[in-house]
């Protein structure tokens, strides 16, 4: 027998109530029974997102919204810049170039945030740049750029701030009209504690109006047909109606919870987490401006990564994320985003230093685990 743990960065664990809401009997989605569910949990996303705009629902992946982003808002030739400090930097750009737009790299070292100043004077250099392309918190290298401070630099431009916060909606602040955020996209397999499947994304006024001029063929994607469709509480496509339903019960837990103890938990989490892996003598991937979804850290030389995250998937029963690109096989991102409590970083911590210790590696059992308690003990203080 074996218990599995999911310690990913997405998919996420999802709580039971979803898992149940969601096992109930097929209903149509052209009925008032579902527009009442679709209602609720359209306001709530408002909520979630800080915004008194729209958010739009889509059936795909993270992915789908970034692409509707970009062919809505944009037109054959326009510039962009992209910052590309991972895997999700580097699909923005792609995204983008595959739709015909010029980009404008900021490339950032793996493992850093971007320097505003830098992005300052590419905006400057570049008049005539349509839009800005980040994450706020980049899932492959653990980072989280300063949105904030980038939002400030669009504000009074005829460029668009497009975030794509799919770890960072509900895990950190990224109040979207209080900063001035152009758009901001999330996904349901992430924060949200959902099965993949869900996309969503609000556009600002200044979003909207770009939209009008757009020229770049979408069809599915249609923001705009589905804002109509939208103040109607419906879809111009089948809905995935199972995912609302748990959407619905997961946005209602959240709410319940507030903005401010989600921050708060997933802040600690994130400290213990990386406290942790620091008492092991682990060296953090993303030191200096961190993302509170995942601890992402080095493993000794000597241990190959890809066979110690499968090892503790298979052997174990406790599944981490391992790294992309160059640094696959170097790293390991332990989760915390979404339906995570003090008790699933113990686990994490605890089967990391028995990985550790299968390896080879001279580890002191509990020495990790104990330095995480020493902050996750600050919940019951
Ligand atoms: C997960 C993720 C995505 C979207 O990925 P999908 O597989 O399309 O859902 C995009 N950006 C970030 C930062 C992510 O973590």
Redesign the pocket.
């Known amino acids: 027998m074996m218990k599995n743990y999911l310690l990913t ?2 998919p996420t664990p999802v709580p039971s109530e979803a898992l149940l809401a969601m096992a109930q009997p097929m209903i149509h989605h052209r009925t008032p029974q579902f527009s009442a569910i679709f209602n609720e949990a359209k306001e709530n996303l408002k909520w979630l997102f800080r915004t008194e705009e729209d958010v739009i629902m889509l059936a795909a ?4 919204a ?1 692409e509707s982003a970009i062919t809505n808002c944009f037109s054959k030739g326009d510039e962009v810049i992209v910052i590309n400090g991972g895997k ?1 930097g580097e ?1 923005w750009g792609q995204i983008s170039e595959k739709f015909g737009l010029k980009v404008i790299w900021i490339n950032v070292e793996w493992g850093e945030a971007v320097d505003v100043e830098i992005v300052k004077s590419c905006l400057e250099e570049n008049p005539n740049v349509k839009g800005l392309l980040v ?1 706020a ?3 492959s290298t653990t980072v989280s750029h300063p949105i904030k401070e980038l939002a400030e630099l669009t504000k009074d431009r005829n460029t668009l701030f497009i975030v ?1 916060g ?2 960072a909606v509900g895990v950190m602040e990224v109040p979207m009209d209080e900063w001035g955020i152009d758009i901001l996209i999330t ?1 349901s ?2 924060a949200l504690m959902l099965p ?1 499947g869900l ?1 969503f994304i609000g556009l600002s006024k200044k979003a909207w109006e770009m939209a009008e001029d757009s020229n770049l063929p979408h069809y599915y994607f249609d923001l705009k047909k589905e804002r109509k469709n939208l103040a109607k509480d419906t879809t111009a496509y089948t809905p995935a109606v199972t995912l609302i339903i748990g959407l619905n019960e997961v946005l209602k837990q959240m709410r319940e919870e507030g903005h401010e103890n989600i921050v708060k938990r997933h802040d600690r989490l994130a400290r213990a987490a990386k406290a942790g892996v620091q008492a092991l003598g682990l060296k953090l991937l993303a030191p200096n401006s961190p993302s509170n979804c995942a601890t992402g850290f080095f493993l000794p030389e000597e241990v190959d990564g890809k066979v110690f995250v499968k090892t503790l998937r298979d052997e174990f029963g406790v599944a981490m994320a391992g790294g992309q690109d160059h640094l696959t096989g170097k790293i390991v991102r332990l989760a915390h985003i979404g339906y995570f409590s003090n008790y699933d970083i113990v686990i994490g911590l605890s089967a990391i230093e028995m990985g550790l210790r299968k390896f080879g590696v001279n580890v002191e059992f509990g020495k990790g685990v104990a330095a995480a308690q020493e902050i996750l003990i600050e919940e019951y203080m």
Do not use: L, N
């Not at 992946?61 to 789908?64: D, L, N, R, V, Y």
């Open positions: 960065p997405g992946s993270g992915t789908g970034m999700f699909r994450q918190s980049e899932t794509d799919i770890t996904g397999q992430k993949p996309a």
